[in-house]
Structures are given as structure tokens and as C-alpha cells.
């Protein structure tokens, strides 16, 4: 390979490359905006739901239910209670969020110090309507509280009698892999997501672009040979990969360090984020950048149009999310070893390592090894159809 020839024609392709506008916002614009500003308004969706939730509680009561228990759940700050005829109707339309079906004999229960039953009706798929349920539960659990000390009381007994061991919970875990558990599951998701889309526009223009144009003939009865001018093209095509992967990662530790999840931004990044942990990183970066720039060089160089290479490389984005989602709910002490040798998933499985904290150095080794096996694979492949482009226009 001449090192001179492809420095040329990349300088050539990266001339032609930034003058289109259309290259930097999907690589870097939309990463660098598009990113915090969902999470922020994820955060603000949230918040104004339960701001909402929080100042109406609207509810209801069965008939016959304890006066001393409607007392109690009127008192929950927010709480109105309304008297619709049917319940579960009213619940479904939003009129009330929850509704409390009680035994309708629990005052005389109350009275003769027996157990009575309390239902709760809500609607799971208003989040809403499980706040109000979750508010309810708790002004009904602490009346019962009262009830239990009430009648302790009477036979002199105390609460902590009828708890004989009490039972704590502590975590082996710090702080920051705490934190780092969210960025485990965000950040993998992220970073494939930004090398599948990142350099997908230029590898569509600088293969596909050109045939439709008419300028890949000049190119090719160029005196430069195709793996000069593949390698030219490969480089650029991982740059703007890479470049949308770092900018994504930048802009979601300032979009999670600017919400209430500080401690899980940049602190945590930082405090995790090793020499080693960064060399680590880049490496499945530019291997993952590298993989994506030979698929989508190779698919540039079957499809006829501009259009056609777009579809073909749609499914490279789904392939993005596969494993970034399989993997989401797993720890990495859960995640088998082969899992370090499979496409794709080798990067995610590394990547939640890296963010919790918890680098093995053979699976690090077996996701490193496999990966290059994949990225040669994929430039071999690419490298191949493009040879074959060359004789059929020549």
C-alpha cells in the first residue's frame, strides 16, 4: 500500500466531504444536540408528571368504609375525594386516579380490634394513577401503624416486640459503580447507535455518491490503486464514526451531569475511566468504527444509487440495537464469555465493563482479538467488491 497515494486521495475525499453540510449534522450535530436534549426533556416530562400528580390526588371510597380511614387518606396533601357512581369506570377516564374498596363492616372491626380487608384500584398504565395509589398505600399503611400501637398499648406491649430481628442491607458496591450501573446500560446503546449512523453518510456519498454522479470512472482511471483509494475511504468513513461516538458520549455525560443524575455524569466517568480504561475504550471504538466502515463501504459499493445504499444500510442501525438491549439488563459478572466473541456484542459487553468498573483482562483480550478478526473481515469483503467495480467500469 502506498501511504502517499491514500494521504493524497484522502485529502482529495475529505476536501469534497466537508464541504457537505449534510455530513456534519448527521454526525456530529445531531449526537452533540439531539442527545441532551432528549434526556432533558425525558427529565422534564417526568418531573411535570409528577408535579402534577402530586398537587390533584383525586379518589373515591366504597360505601360502608371506616370514617376513621377516609380521615386519615383525606389528610394526604393533594388528596380531593370525589363520589362517582361507578369506580373502576371512573378510574379509566381519569375522573379519579384510585379507588379504596373496603370491608363494609371495618369500622366494627376496628372497634372489636379484628383484621379487615382494604382494596386498592388503580390503573397501571397511568403514571398518574400510580402515584396516587403509591400515596394511598402509604397514608393507609400508617394508619395501620397507629392501629398496632393503639392496641399494644392496651396489653403493654411494645412495637418492637413483635420485631425480634432487625434486619439492615448494605451495599459491596461504591458510589460510583452504583452510578456506573445506569451508564452501563446507556452508554453501549449510544456509542453503536453513533458508529452505525455516524459515517453512514459518507460512506453512502463516497462510493454510491460518486457512481450516481458519474465521477467513480475518473476516480478509478485514476493512476492510484484500489486498495490506495479504499484505504482513503476507509479512513474517512471511521473518522466520522468515531468523531459521532465521542461527541455522543461528550454530549450524555454533560446532559446527565446537568440533570439531577450528576453523580452518574462526568464524576462517574471520570472516577472509572482508568489510563487503561480509556485506552480500552478507544480501542473498541476505533474497532467498532473500523467494522461499520467496511460494511457500509461494501454496501456502497453494491448499491447502484444514493438511495438504494441508504435502504441497504438501514439494517446495520437495527444491528446496532440488538445487543446493545440483549445485554442492557445483565451485570458483567453474568454475561457468558463466549458473548466477548460474538459481533457487536463483544464492544457492549467491554463498554458495561468499563462503566461499572470491572475490566476483565481476558474477556478485554477476547473482545480485542475477535474484533480485528471481524474488522479484517469486513475490509477484506468490502475490498473485494470494490476490486470488482474497478475491472466492470474499466
Not at 54 to 76: C, D, H, K, N
Not at 219 to 224: I, K, N, Q, S, T
Request: glycine share 4%; proline share 5%.
Amino acid at each position: 500500500m502506498n501511504k502517499r497515494m491514500v494521504w493524497v486521495v484522502f485529502q482529495k475525499e475529505w476536501t469534497d466531504l466537508i464541504r457537505d453540510k449534510r455530513t456534519w449534522i448527521s454526525a456530529l450535530l445531531i449526537p452533540i444536540v439531539i442527545v441532551p436534549l432528549l434526556f432533558l426533556l425525558i427529565g422534564y416530562s417526568m418531573s411535570k408528571v409528577e408535579e402534577e400528580a402530586r398537587a390533584y390526588i383525586p379518589f373515591a371510597v366504597s360505601a360502608g368504609t371506616a370514617p376513621e380511614l377516609i380521615r386519615q387518606l383525606a389528610v394526604i396533601p393533594g388528596a380531593v375525594r370525589l363520589h362517582p357512581a361507578d369506580l373502576v369506570q371512573a378510574i379509566k377516564d381519569g375522573t379519579i386516579r384510585v379507588a379504596v374498596e373496603a370491608d363494609v363492616n371495618a369500622a366494627q372491626q376496628i372497634e372489636r380490634e379484628r383484621t379487615f380487608n382494604v382494596k386498592l384500584l388503580y390503573d397501571p398504565t397511568n403514571q398518574k394513577s400510580e402515584y396516587a395509589e403509591e400515596q394511598i398505600a402509604k397514608a393507609i399503611e400508617h394508619y395501620a401503624e397507629q392501629l398496632m400501637d393503639q392496641r399494644l398499648q392496651k396489653t403493654g406491649l411494645t412495637r418492637e416486640w413483635l420485631t425480634p430481628i432487625k434486619m439492615e442491607s448494605q451495599s459491596v458496591a461504591s458510589k460510583e459503580q452504583e452510578a456506573g450501573t445506569m451508564l452501563a446500560s446507556v452508554i453501549p446503546l449510544v456509542l453503536l447507535m453513533a458508529l452505525a449512523s455516524g459515517g453512514m453518510a459518507a460512506a453512502v456519498d463516497l462510493i454510491a455518491g460518486e457512481k450516481e454522479r458519474g465521477t467513480m470512472e475518473t476516480l478509478l482511471a485514476a493512476p492510484v490503486r484500489a486498495a490506495d483509494l479504499l484505504a482513503a475511504k476507509l479512513l474517512i468513513v471511521m473518522l466520522m464514526g468515531t468523531a459521532s461516538a465521542l461527541a455522543s458520549l461528550t454530549s450524555i455525560s454533560f446532559a446527565l451531569a446537568s440533570g439531577q443524575s450528576a453523580e452518574g455524569g462526568i464524576g462517574t466517568l471520570a472516577a472509572l475511566l482508568s489510563p487503561a480504561a480509556v485506552c480500552l475504550l478507544l480501542m473498541v471504538v476505533l474497532l467498532s468504527a473500523a467494522m461499520f466502515a467496511g460494511l457500509q463501504l461494501m454496501i456502497s459499493t453494491l448499491a447502484r444509487t444514493n438511495k438504494e445504499a441508504q435502504t441497504l444500510m438501514a439494517p446495520l442501525v437495527f444491528a446496532a440495537l440488538v445487543p446493545s438491549y440483549i445485554l442492557m439488563p445483565l451485570n458483567p459478572i453474568d454475561i457468558p464469555a463466549y458473548v466477548y466473541a460474538l459481533p457487536l456484542f463483544n464492544s457492549v459487553a467491554v463498554v458495561k465493563e468499563i462503566c461499572m468498573g470491572q475490566i476483565e483482562p481476558l474477556h478485554a483480550g477476547l473482545a480485542i482479538t475477535s474484533s480485528v478478526i471481524y474488522v479484517s473481515a469486513a475490509i477484506y469483503f468490502a475490498a473485494h467488491f470494490f476490486r470488482k467495480e474497478r475491472i466492470a467500469i474499466a
